[in-house]
């Protein structure tokens, strides 16, 4: 049970950073911006921790989608038992 919350959790904040990616590169592209597009894809990171602030998504402020980010990651790591991401 407590591997299925840490795996729930997790894909939770995977979506969530996708939602918030995908709206960056989308707009980005509708705007005629395609070089910044991809570049929000490669340096996703910094597009998940700016790009919320400033759009919303599907009627959704972006920042919804952040903070469930933020707190399903602890829940995926304490809760369900989960490596932390680390890069490696």
């Not at 990616?21 to 910044?36: E, I, M, N, Y």
């Not at 990171?45 to 989608?65: K, N, R």
């Not at 038992?81 to 890069?87: F, S």
């Given at each position: 049970?407590?591997?299925?919350?840490?795996?729930?959790?997790?894909?939770?904040?995977?979506?969530?950073?996708?939602?918030?990616?995908?709206?960056?590169?989308?707009?980005?592209?509708?705007?005629?911006?395609p070089?910044?597009?991809?570049?929000?894809?490669?340096?996703?990171?910094?597009?998940?921790?700016?790009?919320?602030?400033?759009?919303?998504?599907?009627?959704?402020?972006?920042?919804?989608?952040?903070?469930?980010?933020?707190?399903a990651?602890?829940?995926?790591?304490?809760?369900?038992?989960?490596?932390?991401?680390?890069?490696?």
């Amino acid at each position: 049970m407590r591997l299925l919350i840490g795996v729930v959790a997790r894909a939770i904040v995977w979506i969530c950073f996708a939602v918030i990616v995908g709206d960056a590169v989308v707009t980005l592209f509708h705007r005629g911006k395609p070089v910044l597009g991809v570049l929000a894809a490669i340096v996703f990171p910094a597009t998940i921790l700016i790009w919320p602030w400033t759009h919303d998504a599907f009627g959704w402020s972006l920042i919804v989608f952040f903070v469930i980010a933020v707190v399903a990651y602890p829940i995926s790591t304490f809760v369900g038992g989960l490596r932390p991401i680390d890069g490696a």
